[in-house]
C-alpha cells in the first residue's frame, strides 16, 4: 500500500513539474534546497550517467532552468560533470539546445511529500529518483533510479 502511495505521489509530481516551465523542453529546479541536499543530487546525478554516457566519450547539453536567480543546482552540477570529465555546454535560454552539439540532458527536480523528485531525461530515456528527507535534515535515496524509455 505504501509503494502505491509513493508511485502515485510520483506520477502527480511528474505531471505537475511537466507543466512549471516556460519552455517545454527546459529544466526547472525548486527552490528550497540546502547545499546537502544539492550535493547528493548532483553526485547520484554524475554516478547515473557514467553508464549511458560515458565520461571523456560524451558531450552534454545541458538545458538549464528559465529562472536562474533561484537555481542553486545547475553550478554545482556543471562543476562536477567537468570534474568527471564530460565536456558540458549549456543550451542558449532563448532558442534552446542544437542537436549537433551533443548528448542532451533535462533534470528536472522537484519536492514531493517529504522529499525530493530527481528526473533526469536524455537519449530518450527518463529516469527518476525519489529522495527522503531524514529527521537529521540528510536527505537518502528511496530506492534505485526507475528507467524508462520515452521514444523521444
Do not use: W
Not at 35 to 40: A, D, G, L, N, R
Not at 51 to 70: C, G, I, M
Not at 100 to 128: I, K, M
Amino acid at each position: 500500500m505504501k509503494m502505491l502511495r509513493i508511485l502515485l505521489s510520483l506520477v502527480l509530481a511528474l505531471l505537475v513539474s511537466a507543466c512549471a516551465t516556460m519552455r517545454p523542453t527546459m529544466s526547472y529546479v525548486a527552490t528550497g534546497l540546502a547545499p546537502s541536499e544539492v550535493t547528493v543530487l548532483v553526485s547520484d546525478t554524475v554516478s547515473h550517467l557514467a553508464t549511458p554516457l560515458p565520461p571523456a566519450k560524451s558531450t552534454l547539453v545541458l538545458d538549464p532552468p528559465a529562472n536562474r536567480s533561484a537555481d542553486v543546482l545547475t553550478p554545482t552540477l556543471l562543476s562536477a560533470l567537468r570534474a568527471a570529465g564530460y565536456g558540458v555546454i549549456e543550451a542558449d535560454q532563448q532558442t534552446g539546445p542544437k542537436s549537433a552539439e551533443g548528448t542532451l540532458v533535462r533534470y528536472l527536480v522537484s519536492p514531493l511529500e517529504n522529499g525530493v523528485l530527481l528526473r533526469l531525461q536524455y537519449l530518450g530515456t527518463e529516469a527518476t529518483r525519489f529522495y527522503t528527507r531524514t529527521a537529521d535534515g540528510g536527505m537518502v535515496a528511496s530506492g534505485p533510479f526507475i528507467v524508462r524509455e520515452t521514444g523521444q
